[in-house]
């Protein structure tokens, strides 16, 4: 395993401590395939298309926070409690939606939800406010490279037990020229990511050098997890 990737648990309510990567592939590989059992927490493109395209078949439903006011940005947690602290937050209000209306988990026995961040030289970047924001991150990435740090939550929708894991990835960018860079903030899509990070975008895909992980991971949705 690379040292540029961490990756370890916390586990939450009664979850051994002895629970592993593997343990948790098991307990999230139990639903793949199975119709409406997986509810996933989140609305991002790229954690729909990461669970399709390994086979797994969910319902969404979004959990209704402002994600800005929860943690210390001044304090600052570190990256990796920032996105645990999300993704437990995110749960949360779920699963008090869901005791509010019982039918929004409609046969749906496990819970996903997520978390990510970018961070570049040491400070942690979400998603842009805006355009000019937005700008400012990408220029940063220009010749330079930055990490994103995700987690990943599964909480039993039976016995509310939950296990979190955290999974982090550096790509390694060449000079992205400016219009490149505009082209893709013309599009609208890229305030919608941690740091305006799209690494999936074809526009971006010519100027990575190099990526120490994986680019489901950067993606916000680390397969090593699932």
Known sequence: MKLSRCIFFLLIEFVSPLLTMSIVSQTLGNYRGK???L???SGSFTRKLILRENGFQFRVIKPDIDEKKLGNREIGPSPQELV???AN???DAILAMIERDTRLRENCNLLLTADQVVT???TILEKPVDNEEARRFIRRYSRSSCS???SIALTDLNTNKRVVGVDSSTIHFQRIPDDIIES???EGNCIHCAGGLMVEHELFA???ERVEGSQDSLMGLSCDLL
């Open 35 to 37: 119709v409406g059992e």
């Open 39 to 41: 509810l996933l927490g």
């Open 84 to 86: 645990t602290l999300l």
């Open 89 to 91: 937050a995110k749960a």
């Open 120 to 122: 570049y030289q040491g």
């Open 148 to 150: 994103t740090v995700g």
């Open 184 to 186: 893709i903030i013309a």
């Open 206 to 208: 010519p100027y990575i």
